[in-house]
């Protein structure tokens, strides 16, 4: 069974937590035939800006506990994140992402499954 809320995670797991602030995790999702299932290895580190605000990069990288196996291609991706808090106690959220689906996808392709998916568009708020 795949994960309840998104139903393409097969799962995702902490490999390595480096200190509170920075962590290492894998994902795997499932892909639509004939294309083969997607991994993605990636580092955290977040940090306090200031009183209210936060600031976090999420970025592929490369475990030494989890290496490439011809089972899964490997996805690249960075997301970078600020959370502020507004005078009026709502949070203004700044996004800025790129995924790469990597494998035999073209751009175009790449664009067109990944942007709607990425935080902060439309189809995501």
Known sequence: VLNAENSKLICEVELERLNPHNFVAYSRFK???????????????WVREA????????TSCEH?????????????????FKLSQNADNTTRVEIFSTVHLMGNIPQWINDLVTVPQLSGTPLNM
């Open 31 to 45: 892909f639509p035939p004939p294309l083969t299932n997607r991994e993605v290895c990636a580092a955290t580190v």
């Open 64 to 80: 030494r506990d989890l290496p490439i196996i011809p089972s899964y291609v490997r996805m690249a991706f960075t997301r970078t």
């Open 51 to 58: 009183e209210n605000e936060f600031f976090c990069v999420v």
